[in-house]
């Protein structure tokens, strides 16, 4: 079994990323884990979107 994570700052190009993976992937996916973070550094707010795909090659 192996994961590969995944981190991008708009879910745009995390979807992007995640469908390039798995368009590639021979193997099986065995989970799909997703995340959503913010933060406020000042003004501004920082998002973070992850996914964490276990899988078996």
Do not use: P, R
Request: with cysteine.
């Amino acid at each position: 079994m192996k994961v590969k994570i995944f981190d991008e700052s708009h879910e745009k190009d995390l979807e992007a990323q995640v469908n390039q993976f798995l368009s590639e992937l021979t193997g099986e996916v065995v989970d799909i884990k997703f995340s959503t973070a913010i933060s406020v550094f000042g003004e501004d707010q920082i998002y973070c979107f992850t996914a964490m795909i276990i899988y078996v090659s």
